[in-house]
T-cell receptor, first 116, second 116 residues
């Protein structure tokens, strides 16, 4: 199956700083990438959908100024958590799709963010 | 809007036994796709099995099979000959076939423990 990578796999930062998470599709062109947030023992919560070259579409309740998403190429999307606070600590997962109807989404391994 | 319900938060099964995980969904769509994803302790999301709603035949993948009841909007996962490596959270998910930005709707998940 297709491979999606995320970097870093874990990050610890101080409150008030910004953190960038990269999501790359390694062996296919990802028309669409999705960003999820997951708390322990809970389901995945979709944060936003991004298409290459377009502005991301954010889910209701997700602050677009806090979670900046850039999808600069068909293989790379980035999520920047700006002015991070302890409540932003979570597990962030990206997925990528080649864009066909009902197409499988390939998930990255996730990034654990801890804000001190 | 679509909803996916997994009403059992936890289940346990003896190694080599068979277990069935339940999932129901609600949608007004006629064509759609259903998935079961596995999330082991590593937290990497892994696709277990996929069902296309217009196909009457239940999908199977080795030890994993589904019982898809379209009229009842039920999509259960049967794991045969359970193995210790099957210990994970399992998520049922739905996606409509409306194109590249189609979003996955996940259930809350069920934690499955396989006992040696």
């Amino acid at each position: 199956g297709a491979v999606v990578s995320q970097h870093p796999s874990w990050v610890i930062c101080k409150s008030g700083t910004s953190v960038k998470i990269e999501c790359r599709s390694l062996d296919f062109q990802a028309t669409t990438m999705f960003w999820y947030r997951q708390f322990p023992k809970q389901s995945l919560m979709l944060m936003a959908t991004s298409n290459e070259g377009s502005k991301a579409t954010y889910e209701q309740g997700v602050e677009k100024d806090k979670f900046l998403i850039n999808h600069a190429s068909l293989t790379l999307s980035t999520l920047t958590v700006t002015s991070a606070h302890p409540e932003d600590s979570s597990f962030y997962i990206c997925s990528a799709s080649a864009g066909l109807a009902g197409d499988e989404q390939f998930f990255g391994p996730g990034t654990r963010l801890t804000v001190l | 809007a679509q909803t996916v319900t997994q009403s059992q938060p936890e289940m346990s099964v003896q190694e080599a036994e068979t277990v069935t995980l339940s999932c129901t969904y609600d949608t007004s769509e006629n064509n759609y796709y259903l998935f079961w994803y596995k999330q082991p302790p590593s937290r990497q999301m892994i696709l277990v099995i996929r069902q296309e709603a217009y196909k009457q035949q239940n999908a199977t993948e080795n030890r994993f099979s589904v019982n898809f009841q379209k009229a009842a909007k039920s999509f259960s996962l049967k794991i045969s000959d359970s193995q210790l490596g099957d210990t994970a959270m399992y998520f049922c998910a739905f996606i409509p076939p409306t194109g590249a930005n189609s979003k996955l709707t996940f259930g809350k998940g069920i934690t499955l423990s396989v006992r040696p």
